[in-house]
C-alpha cells in the first residue's frame, strides 16, 4: 500500500468519544504528518513529527493529540474537544523532515454519528 | 506562515485540449513546489514538482512553470485524456520554522470524451 499505511478506512465516532486512527509507514522516514481535508478547503496540517518522541501543532491542532513513541507509528487521537470532527484525514511521511516527496497514506474518513 | 492560492476551483475541458491551473503563494522564501493529484477516495499522488532554480519542468503531457518575482506557478497538462479527471492540488514549502508544506483548496478538473 505505497509503504504507508492508514487505518481504518472507515470509522464512525459518537459525540462525545475519543477515537484513535492509525498511521504507520515502513519506508524508514524520519517525519510524519497528519492533515484534515475538507471540501473546498485543500489540506490543513495538524501535526507533525520530526523524529521520535517530539511532536509539533500545526495550523488546527484544537482538539486533537498524536505521539511518536516510534518511528513508524504516528497515531492521530481525534478527542471530544474537536467540535466537527467528520472529515477525511491523510498521514504522510518524508525523509528527514524535508518537504520533498511527501508519500501519504490512503486515508481515514471519520464521520461523528 | 505561507499562504497558498489556487484557482479555479473547478475546471471543464474537453479530451484533447489543455488545461492550466494557477496558484500563488506568499512566502519569498519557499523554494520547493509540488503538484499532487487525487482520484475519488484515494490519496494525494506527487505528479510533478519544481524547485526555485528552475523556470519550467515537463514529464510527458504535464508541465509546471514557476515564476518567482511573481510568486506563482502552474500546471499545464497537454492532450488532456478521461483519466486526467480528478482534484490536483498545489503546494509550497515553508523555510520559516518547519518545513512543512502547504496546500492549495484544488481544483477539481474533469475532462469530458
Known amino acids: 500500500d505505497g509503504g504507508i499505511t492508514q487505518s481504518p478506512k472507515y470509522l464512525f465516532r459518537k459525540e462525545g468519544q475519543n477515537v484513535t486512527l492509525s498511521c504507520e509507514q515502513n519506508?524508514?522516514?524520519?517525519?510524519m504528518y497528519w492533515y484534515r481535508q475538507d471540501p473546498g478547503q485543500g489540506l490543513r496540517l495538524i501535526y507533525y513529527?520530526?523524529?521520535?518522541?517530539?511532536?509539533q501543532k500545526g495550523d488546527i491542532a484544537e482538539g486533537y493529540s498524536v505521539s511518536r513513541e516510534k518511528k513508524e507509528s504516528f497515531p492521530l487521537t481525534v478527542t471530544s474537544a474537536q467540535k466537527n470532527p467528520t472529515a477525511f484525514y491523510l498521514c504522510?511521511?518524508?525523509?528527514?523532515?524535508?518537504?520533498?516527496?511527501?508519500?501519504f497514506g490512503s486515508g481515514t474518513r471519520l464521520t461523528v454519528v | 506562515g505561507e499562504n497558498v492560492e489556487q484557482h479555479p476551483s473547478t475546471l471543464s475541458v474537453q479530451e484533447g485540449d489543455s488545461a492550466v491551473i494557477k496558484c500563488t503563494y506568499s512566502?519569498?522564501?519557499?523554494?520547493?513546489f509540488p503538484w499532487y493529484k487525487q482520484e475519488l477516495g484515494k490519496r494525494p499522488q506527487l505528479i510533478i514538482d519544481?524547485?526555485?532554480?528552475?523556470g519550467e519542468k515537463k514529464d510527458q503531457r504535464i508541465a509546471v512553470t514557476l515564476n518567482k518575482t511573481a510568486k506563482h506557478f502552474s500546471l499545464h497538462i497537454t492532450e488532456t485524456q478521461p483519466e486526467d479527471s480528478a482534484v490536483y492540488f498545489c503546494?509550497?514549502?515553508?523555510?520559516?520554522?518547519?518545513?512543512?508544506?502547504?496546500f492549495g483548496t484544488g481544483t477539481r478538473l474533469t475532462v469530458i470524451p
Open positions: 504522510a511521511s518524508s525523509i528527514e523532515h524535508r518537504a520533498y516527496g511527501y508519500t
Open positions: 519506508l524508514n522516514h524520519d517525519a
Open positions: 513529527s520530526q523524529i521520535v518522541n517530539d511532536f
Open positions: 512566502d519569498s522564501a519557499s523554494n520547493y
Open positions: 519544481i524547485r526555485s532554480n528552475v
Open positions: 503546494a509550497a514549502n515553508t523555510q520559516t520554522g518547519a518545513n512543512n508544506l502547504f
